[in-house]
Nanobody, 120 residues
């Protein structure tokens, strides 16, 4: 199993920046990708950014060029630098990890959610 602990959300003015963190613990040795999805009230959960164990990144169209995802040397913590934030970025951001063990089924894990509010 994998546990994901998120931090760094909060209130920010339009045009400002926030940095989210997500720390994975447990069976992290078989995690092949981590990232964030977000969900606004009344909307579907959507891709924000992902990064693989090989450091290949993928971004949702609405955040590409503004957000940057990275991970630490131990591959257990990922960071999302969010710049030029606008009110449409307001959502609950969920950290995600995808695990593919050599023995056992592939699994997806989710954090509890980290609210981000962009408002003046």
């Amino acid at each position: 199993q994998v546990q994901l602990v998120e931090s760094g959300g909060g209130l920010v003015q339009p045009g400002g920046s926030l940095r989210l963190s997500c720390a994975a613990s447990g069976n992290t040795f078989s995690i092949v990708a981590m990232g964030w999805y977000r969900q606004a009230p009344g909307s579907q959960r959507e891709l924000v950014a992902t990064i693989t164990s090989g450091d290949v990144t993928n971004y949702g169209d609405s955040v590409k060029g503004r957000f940057t995802i990275s991970r630490d040397n131990g591959k257990n913590t990922v960071y999302l630098q969010m710049n030029i934030l606008n009110p449409e970025d307001t959502a609950v951001y969920y950290c995600h990890a995808h695990r593919e063990p050599d023995w056992g089924p592939d699994r997806d894990y989710w954090g509890q959610g980290n609210p981000v509010t962009v408002s003046s």
